[in-house]
């Protein structure tokens, strides 16, 4: 919501998410829209998470205008992932406070095991599925999912090494695609999926045209 510098501006009617700005010579009507409303999303990050899936998940979605909070497990503290790169959280699980737009899960063993185990993530899982919000997982994080019995009956994908185990039991069906969207999941494969992962998380959380701008300046293609 802009005025310009060269206009004095004054507000007349506030009413049903509606503003009119009176200058010298017009009125200018402004609408709220969900672009210009920051939209939040949380990220896990356990030990053993795959680094550069979470990073290029956390980065894509901050440029695009994704308010990112960054939840560790067990808590607060620096966190090795699987390539020995430490990451401060912003905060430990226990002080998660929602709702989210989107809950995103990246991989690496490690971290999805601690996810798979944790049942403050599976609580703020199911919260977020009953509630018809976004869940976003990839690489070897889809198993935290069936863990938690989560997003059971729709179609996803995964790191080609944990296939057996997200067809085992016949809760999903499964795609090789490098991402797949089923209603609100979002799922991917790994590390070289990471920027396709973070710009789908971006265009269905924020737009198209945010989505393709961003990923322009990244000079990757969408």
């Known amino acids: ?3 310009s510098a060269f206009q004095v501006a004054t507000r007349i009617l506030e009413g049903n998410n509606n503003l009119l700005y009176k200058t010298s010579n017009l009125l200018l009507p402004l609408k ?6 920051m939209t939040k999303g949380l990220v896990f990050l356990g030990p053993g998470a795959e680094e550069m899936e979470f990073v290029i998940a956390v980065d894509v979605m901050r440029r695009g205008g994704i308010d990112v909070t ?8 620096i966190v090795k ?25 990246p991989g690496g063993l490690g971290g999805s095991k601690a996810m798979a185990k944790s049942e403050l993530v599976g609580t703020l899982l199911k919260e977020q599925e009953k509630a018809g919000r976004w869940i976003a997982a990839i690489c070897a994080a889809p198993t935290a999912l069936k863990a938690h019995g989560i997003a059971e009956g729709k179609t996803l994908t995964s790191y080609p090494a944990m296939r057996a ?6 809760k999903y069906k499964y795609k090789e695609d490098r991402v797949v ?3 609100n999941l979002i799922t991917s494969r790994g590390p070289g999926t990471a920027f396709d992962f973070g710009i789908t998380i971006v265009e269905k959380i924020v737009g198209k045209d945010k989505a393709h701008e961003i990923a322009k300046a990244m000079l990757l293609t969408c």
């Open 1 to 3: 919501m802009l005025i």
């Open 81 to 105: 992932c699987s390539r020995d790169v430490n990451i401060k959280p912003d905060l430990g699980i226990a002080d998660v406070k929602g709702p989210f737009d989107v809950i995103v899960l």
């Open 181 to 183: 969207v089923d209603g």
């Open 32 to 37: 709220y829209s969900k672009a210009c409303t």
């Open 70 to 77: 960054v939840a560790g497990l067990p808590d607060s503290d």
């Open 165 to 170: 185990e997200m067809e085992e039991g016949d």
